[in-house]
């Protein structure tokens, strides 16, 4: 059967539980006719009978509802709103006779159906139209909130993976090139001058640890990131000597905020890749905090021609990292004599400075 195969996909237990809230409610409306009843005992047994007619509407519905995979009760195919208000009807003329045998009818419903099946069709037709609109209408609310919050999870879901994903991307694509480069570096050094070969190797080999760090949420440290960055800055101070300068101000209140795995090392890295720099003509990079803000700057010297490299690509990659945490958290100033790229701090939630 449909239901007994979708209803592992249904909150079902979940949705009784608020539609029985919500039929008590509706019937308690009867409360306020609870005048035109001397006798208690019918007031009490027409309360009963309407909740339980009610709540017999709802979960035939939903029943009937889960059986054909219906999500928007609005939108279900036409047989299914035909059944549904067959259902309904059905209910609704068994609430009739059992009113009219009980005595529990008001003079004028007893007046029109006297002597008439058609006037009893009628009423009780009359009462499904309603029934049925009132509960497909909550069944629209019930459902689509919940498939509602089901898709944000989901969306979620796919943009965590997404995160890491480009994140993955942006590794693959940085990490063979630098360690490429970074092995070419250690050869010449352990023949030009093999004394800073093995600082440079320990210093490679912390960056490769730090570089390779994870987390489920895909996000660093403002301390981690400032080691990863350290260690790639000496590692290219002992390439280029006193070529590129570099200068770390950030206070340690900010060292537990918290940044995208991998924010600041690719700012560097383009900074060394798009200027010419020489011992005449140093690189200077800062990284300073400013007010919730982590800035990275630089001096632009001649730039480097490059074919196969795009500065925008890395921008924007990081932009779009950025973007899965807040907004208008990555801000770039450009003149002729620096280019500045200021990044958000991520509050961390133990934070309370």
């Given at each position: 059967?449909?239901?007994?195969?979708?209803?592992?996909?249904?909150?079902?237990?979940?949705?009784?539980?608020?539609?029985?809230?919500?039929?008590?409610?509706?019937?308690?409306?009867?409360?306020?006719?609870?005048?035109?009843?001397?006798?208690?005992?019918?007031?009490?047994?027409?309360?009963?009978?309407?909740?339980?007619?009610?709540?017999?509407?709802?979960?035939?519905?939903?029943?009937?509802?889960?059986?054909?995979?219906?999500?928007?009760?609005?939108?279900?195919?036409?047989?299914?709103?035909?059944?549904?208000?067959?259902?309904?009807?059905?209910?609704?003329?068994?609430?009739?006779?059992?009113?009219?045998?009980?005595?529990?009818?008001?003079?004028?419903?007893?007046?029109?159906?006297?002597?008439?099946?058609?006037?009893?069709?009628?009423?009780?037709?009359?009462?499904?139209?309603?029934?049925?609109?009132?509960?497909?209408?909550?069944?629209?609310?019930?459902?689509?909130?919940?498939?509602?919050?089901?898709?944000?999870?989901?969306?979620?879901?796919?943009?965590?993976?997404?995160?890491?994903?480009?994140?993955?991307?942006?590794?693959?694509?940085?990490?063979?090139?630098?360690?490429?480069?970074?092995?070419?570096?250690?050869k010449s050094l352990?023949?030009?001058?093999?004394?800073?070969?093995?600082?440079?190797l320990l210093q490679?080999?912390?960056?490769?640890?730090?570089?390779?760090?994870?987390?489920?949420?895909?996000?660093?440290?403002?301390?981690?990131?400032?080691?990863?960055?350290?260690?790639?800055?000496?590692?290219?101070?002992l390439r280029f000597?006193?070529?590129?300068?570099?200068?770390?101000?950030?206070?340690?209140?900010?060292?537990?905020?918290?940044?995208?795995?991998?924010?600041?090392?690719?700012?560097?890295?383009?900074?060394?890749?798009?200027?010419?720099?020489?011992?005449?003509?140093?690189?200077?990079?800062?990284?300073?905090?400013?007010?919730?803000?982590?800035?990275?700057?630089?001096?632009?010297?001649?730039?480097?021609?490059?074919?196969?490299?795009?500065?925008?690509?890395?921008?924007?990659?990081?932009?779009?990292?950025?973007?899965?945490?807040?907004?208008?958290?990555?801000?770039?100033?450009?003149?002729?004599?620096?280019?500045?790229?200021?990044?958000?701090?991520?509050?961390?939630?133990?934070?309370?400075?």
């Amino acid at each position: 059967m449909g239901f007994i195969r979708n209803q592992h996909r249904y909150p079902l237990k979940c949705w009784i539980q608020r539609s029985v809230v919500f039929s008590l409610c509706i019937v308690s409306i009867s409360i306020i006719d609870a005048l035109l009843y001397q006798d208690q005992a019918h007031f009490w047994l027409n309360t009963c009978a309407g909740f339980a007619a009610f709540f017999g509407i709802i979960v035939s519905n939903l029943a009937l509802h889960v059986h054909f995979d219906v999500k928007d009760p609005i939108k279900s195919p036409f047989k299914v709103k035909i059944l549904s208000f067959i259902i309904t009807f059905t209910i609704s003329l068994t609430l009739v006779v059992f009113f009219l045998h009980s005595g529990l009818l008001t003079p004028q419903e007893r007046k029109i159906i006297t002597g008439s099946i058609f006037n009893l069709f009628l009423l009780a037709g009359f009462r499904a139209v309603i029934l049925n609109f009132i509960v497909l209408l909550w069944l629209y609310f019930l459902m689509t909130d919940y498939f509602k919050n089901q898709l944000e999870l989901e969306r979620s879901k796919l943009d965590k993976l997404k995160e890491r994903a480009v994140n993955q991307m942006l590794r693959q694509q940085v990490q063979p090139h630098f360690l490429f480069n970074a092995l070419s570096s250690l050869k010449s050094l352990i023949k030009k001058d093999s004394a800073k070969a093995e600082p440079y190797l320990l210093q490679l080999s912390d960056y490769l640890r730090g570089s390779f760090m994870t987390s489920e949420d895909g996000l660093a440290t403002v301390k981690q990131e400032l080691k990863l960055c350290e260690d790639y800055m000496s590692m290219q101070k002992l390439r280029f000597n006193d070529a590129i300068q570099f200068d770390i101000q950030v206070s340690e209140h900010v060292y537990q905020d918290l940044l995208p795995i991998f924010s600041l090392q690719p700012l560097v890295d383009n900074a060394l890749k798009h200027n010419f720099y020489t011992i005449d003509r140093p690189l200077f990079i800062t990284i300073r905090e400013r007010a919730g803000w982590v800035v990275v700057s630089n001096n632009t010297c001649l730039r480097k021609p490059s074919m196969d490299d795009n500065n925008n690509y890395g921008l924007n990659n990081l932009k779009e990292r950025f973007s899965y945490y807040l907004q208008d958290s990555v801000i770039i100033h450009e003149n002729r004599t620096t280019f500045e790229v200021r990044l958000k701090l991520i509050q961390h939630e133990n934070d309370h400075h």
